[in-house]
């Protein structure tokens, strides 16, 4: 077994990152020390083992209830939890036990909803992901990266949804047994905006709405769990670029989410990291600063400066953890798959 210092385990979340999977795996193959990656579907649809068949996927999950289990949930939603319960009474219609088999169907909240009562079970398959890094790689690091598409309701939901459940938690807890949780960094999001997808959808005006609501409902989450720190960077991809690159079909975004994922975890640690450290970083982690000395008493002192509140943006102590208790609320507002009201 070849050891090495970090290993990736990639999510593909939803449908469409799926077509980034020929593009990296290509690359992987014709490079003489490839990449150390695991690859995994997960999506609120059926299992997809012929993708693992082939190659494509190193293993695939679904957060998909089966018929009876849907049933009881619409039944008796209270015995899943005041958040499931919420769900299904705002959800309505929408969630039959016939209609919940067809996935999120471009509705964020059915994906929550989904993820609620399998999120036990996920947490103990992505356990059994690590095992897998573990015995190939033999890491010391495993960095998570969600490949997505911020206009779906699976992906967009579930970007959110994990980065939110690989804070420190319960999930986490389950997820990583029998490992240190330093072994699990803070995962990278690779988002492709849905705008290609909305223009083709110009003549269903309802649909072209859920995808534009979606991507700015994910836009609004990655914003606040960037503010608590679970993700590290979240890197957007479009159909074109002021270089005069255009992508107008599936494949081709597809392609070219494959290839930046790929050469990102080539050299994420030779060349990005020690970039990002002088450049991107100290922008971030300074953010707060405009211009004005901060007095320092010896009690302030002793506290992160990310606890520190009358010095500028960043998020006070008390205000992350009143933002923990809240930012699962679901407020459906924007069609929003975790809350992001900290007012109270």
């Known amino acids: 077994m070849p050891s090495h210092q970090t290993a990736f385990l990639n999510l593909i979340l939803g449908g469409s990152p799926m077509l980034a999977l020929p593009t990296f795996h290509r690359l992987r193959r014709s490079d003489s020390t490839p990449v150390p990656a695991y690859t995994v579907g997960l999506d609120t649809e059926a299992a997809k083992p012929d993708s693992v068949k082939s190659g494509l996927l190193d293993n695939s999950l679904s957060i998909r209830l089966p018929e009876d289990l849907a049933r009881t949930l619409l039944a008796t939603p209270t015995n899943f939890g005041k958040m499931a319960a919420t769900l299904v009474a705002r959800l309505g219609h929408l969630v039959s036990p016939i209609a919940i088999q067809h996935g999120a169907r471009t509705i964020r909240p059915i994906c929550q909803l989904l993820f609620e009562v399998a999120k036990g079970t996920l947490a103990a398959d992505l356990n059994g992901c690590i095992d897998a890094i573990m015995r190939r790689y033999g890491c010391t690091k495993i960095v998570p990266v969600f490949e997505t598409s911020f206009g779906g309701g699976t992906g967009s939901a579930l970007t959110s949804l994990l980065a939110w459940n690989f804070m420190p938690g319960s999930f986490r807890r389950r997820m990583l047994q029998g490992y240190p949780d330093s072994l699990l960094a803070k995962p990278f999001v690779f988002g492709v905006e849905p705008f290609f997808r909305a223009d083709a959808n110009r003549g269903d005006p309802n649909h072209e709405s859920k995808i534009l609501a979606n991507?700015?409902?994910?836009?609004?989450?990655?914003?606040?769990?960037?503010?608590?720190?679970?993700?590290?960077?979240?890197?957007?991809?479009?159909?074109?670029?002021s270089g005069g690159v255009s992508l107008s079909t599936n494949d081709e975004v597809g392609a070219m989410l494959g290839a930046s994922v790929y050469f990102f975890e080539k050299y994420l640690d030779s060349q990005i990291r020690p970039r990002t450290a002088d450049r991107a970083d100290v922008n971030r982690f300074a953010a707060w600063y405009r211009g004005a000395d901060v007095q320092i008493t010896a009690t302030v002192a002793r506290t992160s400066a990310r606890n520190l509140n009358d010095s500028g943006d960043e998020l006070s102590r008390d205000a992350q953890l009143r933002f923990r208790e809240s930012v699962m609320q679901s407020t459906f507002n924007g069609n929003h798959a975790i809350g992001t009201d900290v007012s109270h």
């Open 215 to 241: 991507a700015m409902a994910t836009r609004i989450e990655l914003t606040h769990l960037l503010h608590l720190d679970a993700i590290d960077y979240v890197y957007t991809a479009s159909k074109s670029n």
